[in-house]
């Protein structure tokens, strides 16, 4: 089951954000639309719009501009992930190839600032300066989260706090601002917004612990990705650094130089390492408190179907397998 459809209620609005994305991918270059609908149909669960719909319907909103608030949300990730498929020179993403392998990294990075700047015209058109504040305010952030990783590439020194400050940039923002926005659209109180938008922030950076643990245990198939792309990278995550704190001296000196150096050479005694230190349970742990902080913000909001599903999404992001 996919997550739109853990509430028939949300389906239909769910389905005119896909149609309302299809039809505002038109461009005068051919290719812009081609890499745009290539990128955006490639298979992806769409949780952040999905989060901004059920935020909106769950303060009470009765409109339809949630569909367009929902539609930049995914434009601005979508933009994010033709970026860091650049700078990460990745080659796969969902089970496919990523757009610079197949069409190069110059249009790929400017097809994510046509992405970018049609995300803002849609926003001038929902006409909410406080929606217009948050989400320039999130993409600052996630810019400076990606710069921040970039500049812990084959660190192998960063701290759990770095790492946090990282994920809570380049990927928690947007989660945040998908559903503080929504509760902004729906006119919600001060306190219901601050709900919506801890619950956002929790999940978001729930999702991307739950993401850097399955690089160390899932198949490719499962994650639409290589494994082991983390480490391939130089990237310190949760799990590596868990492990480094936990293993021996030899341990430890492995990971470290695995990191520095990048690559697979030493995938296998690391993934070993990894798993026989209680580093996945730790980082798998950390996530789940997470989910909890997410679902223990949204207490106090009015019962309803769409904050069940809610809290059902939070349960989902640390148990996907992909």
Not at 114 to 124: A, E, G, N
Not at 128 to 133: A, G, H, K, P, T
Not at 140 to 153: D, F, M, R, S, W
């Amino acid at each position: 089951m996919q997550p739109h459809q853990l509430n028939p209620l949300i389906e239909p609005q769910f389905d005119a954000v896909t149609d309302f994305i299809l039809n505002n991918l038109g461009s005068n270059v051919p290719l812009v639309e081609k890499m745009g609908h290539y990128i955006v149909e490639s298979g992806g669960k769409r949780i952040r719009p999905l989060l901004a719909l059920l935020s909106a319907n769950a303060c009470g909103y009765q409109g339809e501009l949630h569909i367009r608030l929902a539609a930049v949300i995914e434009f601005i990730h979508t933009a994010t992930l033709l970026h860091d498929d650049v700078v990460d020179n990745s080659e796969l993403r969902r089970g496919n190839a990523t757009a610079n392998a197949k069409w190069g990294n110059a249009p790929s990075v400017l097809v994510g600032d046509f992405l970018y700047s049609r995300s803002f015209q849609i926003m001038v058109e929902i006409g909410r300066m406080e929606i217009m504040q948050v989400i320039s305010n999130a993409t600052t952030v996630i810019a400076e989260g990606e710069v921040l990783q970039l500049l812990n590439q084959r660190n192998p020194d960063t701290t759990e706090d770095s790492y946090m400050q990282v994920i809570l940039g380049k990927t928690a923002m947007l989660f945040e601002a998908a559903t503080e926005c929504g509760a902004i659209l729906a006119d919600a109180s001060s306190a219901d917004r601050e709900a919506m938008r801890l619950y956002g922030r929790h999940i978001g950076i729930a999702f991307q612990i739950t993401d850097d643990v399955m690089d160390y245990l899932s198949t490719a198939e499962e994650m639409g990705k290589n494994v082991g792309d983390d480490l391939a990278e130089g990237k310190a995550t949760l799990p590596l650094i868990r492990a480094m704190q936990c293993g021996t001296e030899a341990e430890r000196t492995l990971i470290r130089n695995a990191i520095r150096q990048g690559g697979l050479e030493d995938l296998q005694p690391v993934l070993d390492i990894v798993r026989n230190t209680g580093a996945i349970d730790y980082a798998q742990a950390t996530a789940q408190q997470e989910a909890d902080k997410a679902i223990n913000a949204i207490n106090e909001l009015a019962d309803s179907s769409f904050k069940t599903t809610l809290t059902e999404l939070a349960g989902l992001a640390v148990a996907r397998k992909k």
